[in-house]
């Protein structure tokens, strides 16, 4: 397990660093709120995905390999969801009025979006197929990659939304705020369809 763990560390990294829905998500929130106020949305990203993983790797791929059907709903779900919270991004209030009429996702919403997120079923389902083996405790490695994931996830979110918090500075007019929320919307959407493509 040891020489798979550079490899498995490689992959989270590039799999949870890259443009996707959780980091368009906290990148716009980052923008829109504040680093301060991202952070739980950033800890439920991480215990959520986290929390996925073990639990594929312990039992839902069984479940879904008999009930192919449950994943099928979970992502047509999951696309509703973006397509959403991509909406609600594009339209988010002028900046005098977002601290009002808006917040960032809690820690429980985060932590759920990953269950309907296709991009984190994807990773994770990767994840797992590709460092675990019949050689190994099959539990073990499945903690290992989710403890993996779990410590790269908070890092790579958290630069996100600084990197969103810096572009929030310049954002000072209504018109530059609805354009970067658009951008932002627009980013999510094009995600989902780069997924289904």
Request: positive net charge; contains cysteine.
């Amino acid at each position: 397990m040891l020489s798979v763990l550079l490899p498995m560390f490689a992959f989270a990294i590039a799999s949870t660093g890259t443009p996707g829905p959780n980091n368009i998500m906290v990148m716009a929130s980052g923008a829109n709120f504040g680093y301060w106020r991202t952070i739980p949305h950033m800890l439920g990203i991480a215990l959520g995905f986290s929390g996925m993983v073990v639990a594929l790797g312990l039992g839902f791929s069984q479940l879904f390999a008999v009930y192919p059907q449950v994943h099928e709903i979970l992502k047509w779900l999951g696309t509703a969801y973006l397509l959403f919270l991509a909406w609600k991004i594009g339209t988010a209030a002028k900046p005098e009025d977002a601290q009002a009429k808006s917040a960032p996702l809690t820690f429980v919403q985060a932590a759920l979006f990953q269950w309907v997120n296709p991009k984190a079923w994807m990773v994770g389902i990767a994840g797992l197929t590709a460092f675990t083996s019949d050689e190994g405790n099959y539990e073990f490695q499945t903690l290992i990659i989710a403890g993996v994931f779990l410590a790269v996830s908070f890092p790579l979110s958290s630069f996100w939304c600084s990197f969103g918090t810096v572009i929030g500075r310049f954002l000072t007019s209504p018109r530059s705020l609805r354009l970067f929320n658009g951008a932002m919307a627009s980013l999510i959407v094009g995600s989902i369809v780069l997924l289904y493509i």
